[in-house]
């Protein structure tokens, strides 16, 4: 059912998601018709309700030539709702980095092109941006240099709204004997920016798996460009990191400093997870060279994703975990309090699983605060299904409401927002806004039976379990009559959840997408309180319904889809 952002001929990939306070949505892509043999970036904007605001195939926002194949680019959002794309092409003949900022009405402040960061023919990978507590915009690039003799460095700069470097020379994070790569970032409450990396003395891609002295380091870069630590923080010495894994999880203190979470093989072939809470000042506050989730030497953990609590100083991390030898996959979670005391059982809690690791793939796509006190976890299956005589890959999205005791808040089963029997890839999740969540992603479901004809699709997921549109000052949110159904989508019989501070008759109606009333029924249960009542809608063709409840002058809707 979902929302589909774009599919044509050709591969639209890598979708990035922002969202500004009022619910509009910015959904970035890569487009590479069948006709080109690189890659274009195309961008949509989106209202609360999902309705597209510009062409219906996006907005083309750079078709220079790119390679065949793609590096990564970022998309945020300022704080005058404008979206801001970073990323490389090569439009002078080698790889560049190029920054860009639209209006919500489409127009290009910075230009058509855009404004040029680099220009020379040294190779810049996956430029990434935030915007600083001055809301301003730093932009990072990692720089593998054309002479091989060099090591790999980091670069910054800063720009204003007004697409004015702010910063003399560019900020470059080095070191005289090693490669700094894949380096992540967040910003900081004091105008600048905490980076984190990897550094290896060897590239030599035979090695993979086994580079000799490749650590995680960390540094943090004032508002003015400047170093403020005196040396880059090492985070972790004892241990040789996975490369083709890592992705530095980042996660701020909201006080200057930040929490930090990597993959490390401690000895022999199993990676774990670690963790380290690094203050402002650049001081490790947990065991040194990181503290593992787990002390588990036979299961693989792996792919950390965090968010903290700042109103019960906890942190959350939830993982994927591999019992290899058996087979079998899950997804677990731990609390930590600020000193780094685990809240639940050692070795952490299971939460999905376990699966079997031959037939289906299990996988965190992350977690997002959702309340101040509980949040949501996304995970996927994939697995092997049957399409007439041939087999193709399908991916499920899910996503669960875990509050900070461990306890699921929505009653029934895992949500699935989207499960069309194709593969899917890249899920991006927003942020809680206006009570919801969207998700984007690619998706195969035009062409099953080829991977790599793929399309975008989006979904908003409420904070209330439920699927479709959630406007801003959406009526079911009524604090004197509260719906809920589940499961939402629904097969065959729905059950509607609701409340009211006052006794009285409760009338529910059903309707169809253009307005004709399907059901309507008296409610049994018309006195104050919580309330259920199962609606069986076998019957009804596949699409998307109006639940309507009527109580006391009050009139609340839920929307369903029906599969």
């Known amino acids: 059912m979902n929302t589909k952002i774009i599919d044509t001929l050709g591969t639209q990939a890598v979708p990035k998601i922002v969202v500004n306070e009022e619910?509009?949505?910015y959904i970035s892509w890569y487009n590479q018709p069948d006709s080109l043999s690189y890659f274009e970036l195309y961008l949509q904007h989106l209202n609360?309700?999902?309705?597209?605001l510009w062409y219906d195939e996006g907005l083309l926002i750079n078709d220079h030539p790119t390679w065949t194949w793609v590096t990564d680019y970022d998309l945020i959002i300022d704080s005058e709702d404008h979206a801001i794309v970073v990323m490389?092409?090569?439009r002078n003949g080698y790889s560049d980095v190029f920054a860009y900022r639209i209006s919500p009405e489409g127009t290009f402040t910075w230009g058509p092109d855009g404004i040029a960061l680099t220009n020379d023919n040294d190779f810049k990978p996956s430029p990434s941006a935030v915007v600083t507590t001055d809301e301003n915009i730093v932009v990072m690039w990692g720089v593998g240099p054309s002479?091989?003799?060099?090591?790999?460095?980091?670069?910054?700069?800063?720009l204003s709204k007004d697409g004015q470097t702010l910063w003399d020379v560019n900020t470059i994070i080095s070191t005289d004997s090693m490669h700094c790569l894949m380096p992540g970032m967040i910003a900081t409450e004091d105008n600048g920016v905490i980076v984190m990396w990897i550094t290896t003395v060897s590239t030599d891609t035979s090695e993979v798996g086994n580079w000799p002295y490749?650590?995680?380091l960390t540094q943090k870069i004032d508002g003015d460009g400047n170093q403020v630590w005196p040396e880059h923080l090492v985070l972790d010495t004892a241990k040789n990191m996975p490369l083709s894994f890592f992705a530095p999880a980042m996660e701020s203190d909201g006080n200057g400093g930040f929490f930090a979470g990597w993959m490390a093989f401690p000895e022999g072939p199993f990676y774990n997870t670690y963790l380290q809470y690094v203050t402002s000042e650049g001081i490790p506050q947990w065991t040194p060279d990181g503290m593992n989730v787990s002390d588990s030497v036979q299961y693989k953990h792996s792919n950390p994703s965090l968010t903290y609590f700042p109103e019960h100083d906890e942190l959350f991390v939830f993982w994927n975990v591999l019992n290899e030898y058996e087979g079998f996959e899950a997804v677990y979670g731990q609390k930590y309090s600020i000193d780094g005391q685990n809240q639940w059982t050692t070795g952490g809690r299971r939460f999905v699983g376990w699966v079997s690791a031959y037939d289906t793939l299990l996988g965190t796509s992350g977690i997002r605060k959702t309340t101040e006190d509980d949040l949501t976890l996304f995970y996927a299956y994939e697995f092997i299904t049957l399409a007439g005589t041939d087999t193709i890959i399908s991916t499920d999205y899910l996503a669960r409401r875990i509050d900070r005791d461990g306890n699921s808040v929505w009653e029934g089963s895992d949500l699935v927002f989207t499960n069309a029997k194709s593969a899917k890839g890249e899920l991006n999740v927003s942020r809680m806004v206006n009570d919801q969540y969207i998700a984007t992603w690619e998706d195969n479901r035009e062409d099953p039976e080829n991977y790599y004809q793929a399309?975008?699709?989006?979904q908003n997921i409420t904070k209330y379990g439920n699927l479709g549109p959630t406007a801003v000052n959406d009526p079911m949110h009524d604090s004197n009559l509260i719906i809920g159904t589940y499961p939402n989508p629904v097969d065959h019989t729905l059950t509607i959840t609701y409340r009211s501070d006052r006794n009285g008759a409760m009338e529910l109606s059903l309707y169809d997408i253009?307005?004709?009333l399907i059901k309507h029924h008296v409610l049994p249960c018309q006195y104050a309180g919580d309330c259920t009542y199962t609606l069986d809608i076998s019957e009804l063709q596949a699409g998307v319904y109006i639940v309507q409840l009527q109580h006391n002058?009050?009139?609340g809707y839920h929307k369903i889809v029906k599969w």
């Open 48 to 52: 609360a309700d999902g309705m597209k």
């Open 514 to 516: 253009t307005g004709n």
């Open 455 to 458: 399309g975008i699709y989006a």
């Open 147 to 158: 002479d091989t003799t060099k090591f790999s460095y980091i670069s910054l700069q800063k």
């Open 88 to 90: 490389q092409d090569a």
């Open 553 to 555: 002058g009050m009139t």
């Open 214 to 216: 490749m650590y995680p």
């Open 23 to 25: 619910g509009e949505t």
